[in-house]
T-cell receptor
Framework: AQSVTQLDSQVPVFEEAPVELRCNYS??????LFWYVQYPNQGLQLLLK??????LVKGINGFEAEFNKSQTSFHLRKPSVHISDTAEYFCAVSASYGGSQGNLIFGKGTKLSVKP | ETGVTQTPRHLVMGMTNKKSLKCEQH?????MYWYKQSAKKPLELMFVYSLEERVENNSVPSRFSPECPNSSHLFLHLHTLQPEDSALYLC????????????FGPGTRLTVL
């Protein structure tokens, strides 16, 4: 089985500052990893995903994440945030093969609040 | 319409009411999902349909009844709900069951009085 831990429930940051949202996972099998964003009163939108290959993944809106297998982490970063990045961010994991492949396990989310 | 749509966006119902949530995907996908998003809890997978057949049912109470009449439509029928069922209900779809990427709708905000 897989599990996801998002270490920070809330992250306040000033506009144009860098930000890192942390995500750690556990799994007995190899995994796919995802970051989704949820803007107020909206559904989840895929930011980026790691399936295989390069451990540095670039996504939409200037976000990127790095898969670190030894530390079982998939932290999300952006070098300079905007007010419009204020949202809740969800890390998710699924097994890359087997019966639970495709079953997304989500973390509890991190609320990013960008202040002017 | 593009992507995944859900109606209604907001629903308030009493515990004795019967209502239905509707989801429609315009992506040509073969798998559809219902999730429950409660405050301070991770998203919970409720049901999965693949090619109109239910493939997952994660111990969801029988007061929630899904229906998938075709690969583009998914319903969640609600009856005799409890206040703790108040949540955001999200629908998602993917190309196939166990595909790597799911696409989400905007959700229905349900309040049970």
């Amino acid at each position: 089985a897989q599990s996801v831990t998002q270490l920070d429930s809330q992250v306040p940051v000033f506009e144009e500052a860098p930000v890192e949202l942390r995500c750690n996972y556990s799994s007995s099998v190899s995994v796919y990893l995802f970051w989704y964003v949820q803007y107020p009163n909206q559904g989840l939108q895929l930011l980026l995903k790691y399936l295989s290959g390069s451990t540095l993944v670039k996504g939409i809106n200037g976000f990127e994440a790095e898969f670190n297998k030894s530390q079982t982490s998939f932290h999300l970063r952006k070098p300079s945030v905007h007010i419009s990045d204020t949202a809740e961010y969800f890390c998710a994991v699924s097994a890359s093969y087997g019966g639970s492949q495709g079953n997304l396990i989500f973390g509890k989310g991190t609320k990013l609040s960008v202040k002017p | 319409e593009t992507g995944v749509t859900q109606t209604p966006r907001h629903l308030v119902m009493g515990m004795t009411n019967k209502k239905s949530l509707k989801c429609e995907q315009h992506l040509g996908h073969n798998a559809m999902y219902w999730y429950k998003q409660s405050a301070k809890k991770p998203l919970e997978l409720m049901f999965v349909y693949s090619l109109e057949e239910r493939v997952e049912n994660n111990s969801v109470p029988s007061r929630f009844s899904p229906e998938c009449p075709n690969s583009s439509h998914l319903f969640l029928h609600l009856h005799t709900l409890q206040p703790e069922d108040s949540a955001l209900y999200l629908c998602a779809s993917s190309q196939d069951y166990q595909a790597d990427t799911q696409y989400f709708g905007p959700g229905t905000r349900l309040t049970v009085l």
